[in-house]
């Protein structure tokens, strides 16, 4: 069964910084690419980050360009999201999402198949 659990999200002011983890389980890790996707209060999902299956290739949304960083272990099955200097536009819902393939998306939120819980991300002083 794939799992994808998302940790790190909290309250933190602006300008501060987080680090969003996602634990993936139950599929071969370094095969698929993964990215993160978002949801402010009261908005649709917003597509933030893409990687691909290595780690090589990556995408951002132009918003969080040289603020977030996305990278991931293969190692250690996990997928993680560096943000910072955050802002309060940035609070939000952030899921880890799954691509059934390899190379990273740039944008979109319907070519995932598998999704985590999320976690909620608040930035506010």
């Known amino acids: 069964e794939v799992q994808l659990v998302e940790s790190g999200g909290g309250l933190v002011q602006p300008g501060g910084s987080l680090r969003l983890s996602c634990a993936a389980s139950?599929?071969?890790?370094?095969?698929?690419?993964m990215s993160w996707v978002r949801q402010a209060p009261g908005k649709g999902l917003e597509w933030v980050s893409s990687?691909?299956?290595?780690?090589?290739?990556?995408s951002y949304v132009d918003s969080v360009k040289g603020r977030f960083t996305i990278s991931r272990d293969n190692a250690k099955n996990t997928l993680s999201l560096q943000m910072n200097s955050l802002k309060p536009e940035d609070t939000a819902v952030y899921y880890c999402?799954?691509?059934?393939?390899?190379?990273?998306?740039?944008?979109?939120?319907?070519?995932?198949?598998?999704w985590g819980k999320g976690t909620l991300v608040t930035v506010s002083s």
């Open positions: 139950g599929f071969i890790f370094s095969t698929y690419a």
């Open positions: 990687i691909n299956s290595g780690g090589g290739s990556t």
């Open positions: 999402a799954k691509y059934p393939h390899a190379w990273e998306v740039v944008g979109g939120t319907e070519g995932m198949d598998y």
